[in-house]
């Protein structure tokens, strides 16, 4: 008897420790849980560098709300989308994200994101009207709501005042004639200088010369291509004509490494792009030289024309445990004052209007270009397959520039291409199953 | 317990692993492959349709993957053999017994081996810069006129090309250098005596030598560079006029940047069809050179 249970405490020791150490494990795993449990913390997920800045911003909202913590977490923009979609399939959610409003419809269609109409309705700080509509728009799919606009990006022309006015213009073009003959004016291939900077690879250029056109892009609810529309074809042949009479040179934004520098060079009058550059430009331009350079809407066919209507939003995932304190967070970033913090600290123009009267935006000459262009932005068709769309678009564009197509030609590949993509969207519609 | 019980039964773990982690996920993307898994079916898998051979079919009428597959079969071509070529020259060298500092040597000819693709891509992208390159500069002071490097779609993938020798070249090399010590010295010392050149030493003693070795490094390349991806993928991003996509590069298109899963399984499963024949290929054609 003695003998047997000498023999069997080795055995009972190391049951013990056994069981400790797995009562160990599971406390150290339950405690750090725990804080993700917790009902007062919050992730919040921000693409590209909008993290850094709002890091700053949330300790004034952690100190609104005692007990709530708010966890940030970045993703590089190159990582965003991926890792999104991976979420979505596993479902690993976070509670709200930053989402670039041209991705909504995406995660709208996987059934990923909360209806935010009745917080809207009865919130006293999100206020739709004063928002610039189309950017609102962008974030309605059908008739929800998925987001609110956090900060606007739209294109338009940063141009050197200094170079147009020795050649005879003393204010930015208005519309696409004027804009043909500065163009005309300042190009000097043979110096290596350059009307504008277009990077055949960037869809944005094209894609906001056609977004000008009174025909929609897609056609029959967004079933068919229409870029075989004569005012497409235009805008295409605006943007061939200027490769063509060499007022842009045909390269990529690779080979284009930094076009700040050469645009401080006079190496290109125009160039055509978003909000984030203001910053870049005061940064990395002299200070003698901070004055020959400004910022115009976009010059439209007749007239100021309309540029996209982009720019990030602030949704809720529905599998979020905590939809009403990511909404009070939404809520806080929206607020005019934050706003306008946020502005100062990364450039991010803030997409409602009241945002714009005070602080460092109300009398900075450099950002007025932008204030007028943003009552003047369209959106993109709603549509998951929309980027895949105007790749493809740019990718034959790409082609016509150098000149291996023409622009009928050049119309109706693009047509092709987009209609293909659609079949998938063509066959759900038309079996779009009745409610059961 | 019989042998073959007891066989299998060590076999196990490893069956069991490759199953797992190889054949299954091998077997799932076959039949993802047969259907038009997009995101439309992540949301609702009652959009899934069954298309059979839709996506092998639809692929073979798109003039992009016959363009990738160009693009690649070039890459191949050209640099499999410049590649074997440098390192076969590099590793001569470093075998000769004129060669001083060979470790300082074989050091730096294999460094580029283990550097990160990403950071020297981004080297490599300044050198080849068509304004402020180096290279340029340099063909710039012979009086050539300067070349737009990864600009130019006819450029481009001589670029890469030539990125991608520099960068694995070193690896070969050490592969050959092995072959080359292992080569017996009184082979060459009998040829001396009987007068034969240096060049005749190679053609004869060296190359038959390095026969098996030189086979294995081919194959082992051509399904390497068959593979190629990271290098556009850091220095073009497939462009420019998609002059740089690869068979790899469409599938990592297609399948995580556009979500069509089922369509880049396809691309997968034809890659590997391709490089399959060309590896059986290659081998017959040694085994029939072996015997002749």
């Given at each position: 008897m003695s003998t047997r249970s000498r023999q069997r405490r080795?055995?009972?020791?190391?049951?013990?420790?056994?069981?400790?150490?797995?009562?160990?494990?599971?406390?150290?795993?339950?405690?750090?849980?725990?804080?993700?449990?917790?009902?007062?913390?919050?992730?919040?997920?921000?693409?590209?560098?909008?993290?850094?800045a709002v890091a700053k911003l949330l300790p004034d909202f952690e100190r609104?709300?005692?007990?709530?913590?708010?966890?940030?977490?970045?993703?590089?923009?190159?990582?965003?989308?991926?890792?999104?979609?991976?979420?979505?399939?596993?479902?690993?959610?976070?509670?709200?994200?930053?989402?670039?409003?041209?991705?909504?419809?995406?995660?709208?269609?996987?059934?990923?994101?909360?209806?935010?109409?009745?917080?809207?309705?009865?919130?006293?700080v999100v206020r739709p009207d004063d928002y610039f509509a189309n950017i609102w728009t962008t974030n309605r799919i059908g008739n929800t709501l998925y987001g609110v606009p956090w900060y606007v990006d739209t294109r338009l022309l940063f141009y050197r005042s200094d170079l147009l006015k020795q050649?005879?213009?003393?204010?930015?073009?208005?519309?696409?004639?004027?804009?043909?003959?500065?163009?005309?004016?300042?190009?000097h291939p043979d110096r290596g200088s350059y009307g504008i900077l277009l990077p055949t690879n960037e869809f944005e250029q094209l894609l906001v010369l056609a977004l000008q056109q009174d025909e929609p892009l897609l056609r029959d609810g967004n079933r068919y291509g229409n870029f075989r529309s004569a005012g497409f074809k235009r805008a295409l042949a605006f943007y061939v004509d200027t490769f063509r009479e060499r007022q842009a040179p045909a390269i990529t934004?690779?080979?284009?490494?930094?076009?700040?520098?050469?645009?401080?060079?006079?190496?290109?009058?125009?160039?055509?792009?978003?909000?984030?550059?203001?910053?870049?430009?005061?940064?990395?331009?002299?200070?003698?030289?901070?004055?020959?350079?400004?910022?115009?809407?976009?010059?439209?066919?007749?007239?100021?024309?309309?540029?996209?209507?982009?720019?990030?939003?602030?949704?809720?995932?529905?599998?979020?445990?905590?939809?009403?304190?990511?909404?009070?967070?939404?809520?806080?970033?929206?607020r005019?004052?934050?706003?306008?913090?946020?502005?100062?600290?990364?450039?991010?123009?803030?997409?409602?209007?009241?945002?714009?009267?005070?602080?460092?935006?109300?009398?900075?000459?450099?950002?007025?270009?932008?204030?007028?262009?943003?009552?003047?932005?369209?959106?993109?068709?709603?549509?998951?397959?929309?980027?895949?769309?105007?790749?493809?678009?740019?990718?034959?564009?790409?082609?016509?520039?150098?000149?291996?197509?023409?622009?009928?030609?050049?119309?109706?590949?693009?047509?092709?291409?987009?209609?293909?993509?659609?079949?998938?969207?063509?066959?759900?519609?038309?079996?779009?199953?009745?409610?059961? | 317990m019989n042998p073959p019980r007891a066989a299998w039964l060590f076999l196990a773990p490893a069956l069991l692993v490759l199953?797992?982690?190889?054949?299954?996920?091998?077997?799932?993307?076959?039949?993802?492959?047969?259907?038009?898994?997009?995101?439309?079916?992540?949301?609702?898998?009652?959009?899934?349709?069954?298309?059979?051979?839709?996506?092998?079919?639809?692929?073979?009428?798109?003039?992009?993957?016959?363009?990738?597959?160009?693009?690649?079969?070039?890459?191949v071509v050209v640099g499999v053999p410049l590649s074997i070529a440098v390192s076969l020259g590099a590793a001569l060298l470093l075998n000769s017994p004129l060669a001083r500092c060979k470790p300082f040597f074989r050091t730096a000819l294999f460094a580029p081996v283990v550097t990160t693709v990403v950071a020297v891509a981004v080297i490599w992208r300044y050198l080849f810069n068509t304004k402020y390159g180096l290279a340029n500069y340099a063909l710039d002071g012979l009086g050539i006129h300067p070349v737009d490097w990864l600009g130019d779609p006819r450029w481009a993938m001589p670029t890469i090309i030539l990125f991608a020798v520099w960068k694995n070249f070193g690896y070969n090399m050490i592969i050959f250098l092995a072959a080359l010590q292992a080569i017996p010295a009184d082979l060459y010392e009998a040829a001396r005596i009987d007068g034969a050149s240096p060049v005749r030493q190679f053609r004869h003693i060296t190359l038959p030598m390095l026969g098996p070795t030189l086979l294995m490094v081919s194959i082992l390349t051509v399904s390497g560079y068959f593979q190629l991806f990271a290098e556009p993928f850091v220095m073009t991003e497939g462009g420019p006029l998609q002059s740089t996509t690869s068979v790899l590069y469409l599938m990592y298109e297609e399948g995580f940047?556009?979500?069509?899963?089922?369509?880049?399984?396809?691309?997968?499963?034809?890659?590997?069809?391709?490089?399959?024949?060309?590896?059986?290929?290659m081998l017959r054609v040694a085994r029939r050179g072996g015997e002749a």
């Open positions: 080795p055995w009972r020791v190391l049951l013990h420790a056994l069981a400790w150490t797995c009562a160990g494990v599971a406390a150290a795993l339950s405690a750090g849980c725990q804080p993700a449990d917790d009902a007062r913390t919050l992730t919040f997920w921000t693409v590209g560098r909008e993290g850094e609104e709300h005692p007990g709530l913590h708010v966890k940030v977490q970045q993703l590089p923009l190159t990582a965003a989308h991926q890792k999104l979609l991976t979420a979505i399939a596993g479902g690993s959610t976070p509670d709200l994200t930053q989402l670039g409003n041209t991705w909504i419809p995406e995660l709208a269609a996987l059934d990923a994101l909360e209806p935010l109409d009745a917080r809207v309705a009865s919130s006293q050649a005879g213009f003393d204010a930015p073009p208005r519309d696409w004639a004027q804009w043909r003959r500065a163009l005309a004016a300042l190009s934004n690779v080979e284009a490494g930094n076009p700040w520098t050469e645009f401080g060079r006079g190496v290109y009058a125009f160039y055509l792009s978003g909000p984030w550059n203001i910053g870049e430009f005061r940064k990395r331009l002299p200070a003698a030289q901070q004055g020959d350079w400004n910022t115009a809407p976009l010059p439209g066919e007749h007239g100021p024309g309309a540029s996209n209507a982009g720019g990030s939003s602030l949704v809720i995932f529905r599998r979020s445990a905590h939809k009403e304190e990511a909404w009070q967070l939404i809520e806080f970033l929206s005019p004052a934050v706003q306008q913090r946020f502005y100062d600290l990364l450039g991010d123009m803030p997409p409602r209007r009241s945002s714009w009267e005070g602080g460092a935006l109300r009398g900075d000459p450099k950002a007025r270009g932008f204030r007028e262009q943003l009552e003047r932005v369209k959106p993109t068709p709603p549509i998951p397959e929309w980027e895949r769309i105007v790749t493809e678009m740019q990718l034959v564009a790409a082609q016509a520039v150098h000149g291996d197509l023409s622009i009928d030609q050049a119309a109706a590949e693009i047509d092709r291409r987009a209609d293909l993509i659609l079949e998938k969207r063509r066959w759900i519609l038309d079996h779009a199953k009745p409610a059961p | 199953g797992l982690f190889f054949l299954l996920p091998v077997i799932a993307a076959l039949v993802l492959s047969l259907t038009d898994y997009d995101l439309y079916a992540l949301a609702d898998i009652r959009n899934l349709r069954f298309v059979a051979l839709g996506n092998y079919w639809e692929l073979l009428h798109r003039p992009l993957f016959w363009s990738a597959l160009g693009h690649t079969l070039y890459f940047k556009w979500w069509n899963l089922g369509s880049a399984s396809a691309v997968a499963f034809l890659l590997f069809l391709i490089m399959f024949a060309v590896t059986a290929l």
